[in-house]
């Protein structure tokens, strides 16, 4: 690659998905996401035109512009189809608004961060060639498990948008190596970096000491619909209460499988052990994984696993399902243990093997937080974007 910064030149990034919802305190994984990689990019002197459909941010940083291109209204029970007009037409907006961008300012790189997945996402500005300055695309996610079919319908379209995108593409970002290792058949290897989404470590981080609190409490955080699993996750509990009378199960989020998990907590007859907390604001989430003894997901295929990574920073052991994100971020037996997805007799038996050793669930706690903040602190996300930058010089 050719491409060079000018000497003593602040390094202007020009970022057309900016997720879809840029925020500094909402629960939007992805909009948070930006906002940090921005964040801690500050002090490297990289100054970003940020452009999404709602921008949603108490807290401005000076490095940031943010340009909010609005959009239709959808909704977690919208169908796939509505779904995906919304994203193409947000598309469409932000490359509107890149234009006008790239007309006034000198850009040295444009970088889609997020939602940037499989089949699914596409830019126009590197479809139509548009800016002369380096494309990097990603951090990219890729699901593991089967889709729904209509939304397999809708992805041959979107499929050879995202194809186009990628091969005009300077440098990808991958959100694990499982991604990276899939889309090094289509690209040069040499040209993926893997990097993978962070946490705030000062904010999610373990309870103090002497904190008290009654009986044994299990948690789950996360969108409700099939593929996270969570069914499986209350017919483990329905075993796991039978050994220990004490255990709650809390559930944080909401979603069309919400319903059906109260029922069916109610067929296994352990609603009296299960709490619906529904929707937990971001700033309250550190205290729902730090009054928790075990984090479980039992997704049937995670492209990455926030959730996972949040609760290993207040310093958590995880039980989840050996893949995708969580069978990368899990050290098995030292952070957290990995079991088969959908198999509910198996999480059960290594939920009560870890509940009767309270020394493992502190360790594995402590080796968690360790973890974290070794790989997947928002500090060591920025240094990591610093050097992809810096790679493009």
């Known amino acids: 690659m050719a491409h060079m910064f000018e000497a003593e030149h602040m390094t202007k ?26 964040q801690k ?50 598309m469409i907006r932000s ?57 397999k319908v809708l992805s041959k379209v979107t499929s050879r948008l995202h194809k186009k995108t990628i091969s005009k593409c300077d440098l990808l970002v991958t959100i694990t190596d499982q991604v990276k290792k899939f889309y090094s058949k289509v690209f040069d290897e040499t040209r993926i970096w893997t990097i993978p989404l962070g946490v705030d470590t000062k904010q999610f981080k373990p ?45 944080a989020g909401d979603g069309p499988e919400k319903l059906h998990l109260i029922k069916l907590s109610e067929a296994l007859k352990i609603q009296d052990k299960v709490i619906f907390e529904g929707v937990v604001p971001h700033n309250m989430m550190p205290s729902f994984y730090q009054r928790c003894d075990i984090f479980c997901f039992p ?21 989840a399902s050996n893949s995708g994100g969580p069978a990368e971020i899990i050290k098995n037996e030292k952070t957290g243990l990995l079991v088969p997805p959908a198999q ?15 020394t493992k669930i502190k360790q594995m706690g402590a080796n968690a937080r360790k973890t974290v903040i070794e790989k997947y602190s928002w500090e060591k996300i920025g240094e990591k974007y610093h050097a992809l930058y810096e790679s493009l010089t």
């Open 207 to 251: 309870s103090e000491e002497g904190q008290q609190k009654e009986g044994i409490e299990i948690s789950f955080a996360g969108y409700l619909y099939k593929l996270k699993g969570a069914k499986y996750l209350l017919e483990a509990m329905n075993i796991v209460s039978k050994e220990h009378e004490d255990v709650t199960l809390r559930i």
């Open 344 to 358: 509910p007799e198996i999480l059960a038996t290594k939920i009560n093997e870890l509940l009767d050793d309270q």
């Open 95 to 151: 490359y509107k608004k890149s234009q006008e961008i790239l007309q006034k300012q000198k850009i040295d790189v444009i970088h889609h961060m997020l939602p940037a997945i499989h089949n699914q996402t596409f830019n126009l500005l590197a479809i139509l060639k548009k800016g002369k300055c380096p494309f990097v695309f990603g951090p990219i996610s890729a699901h593991v498990y089967p889709r729904p079919v209509d939304e």
């Open 41 to 90: 990019l500050e002090k490297f002197g990289y100054q970003f035109e940020a452009i999404s459909a709602r921008v949603h941010i108490k807290k401005p940083l000076s490095n940031v512009t943010a340009h909010q291109t609005g959009s239709f209204e959808t909704s977690p029970t919208s169908n796939v189809a509505t779904k995906y007009l919304n994203h193409t037409e947000i």
């Open 13 to 38: 990034v020009l970022v057309p998905s900016a997720s879809h919802n840029l925020t500094d305190h909402l629960l939007s994984s992805e909009g948070i996401s930006c906002y940090n990689i921005f």
């Open 299 to 319: 997704t049937l295929g995670e492209p990455f696993g926030k959730a996972v990574i949040e609760a290993m920073s207040c310093a958590k052991p995880v039980i």
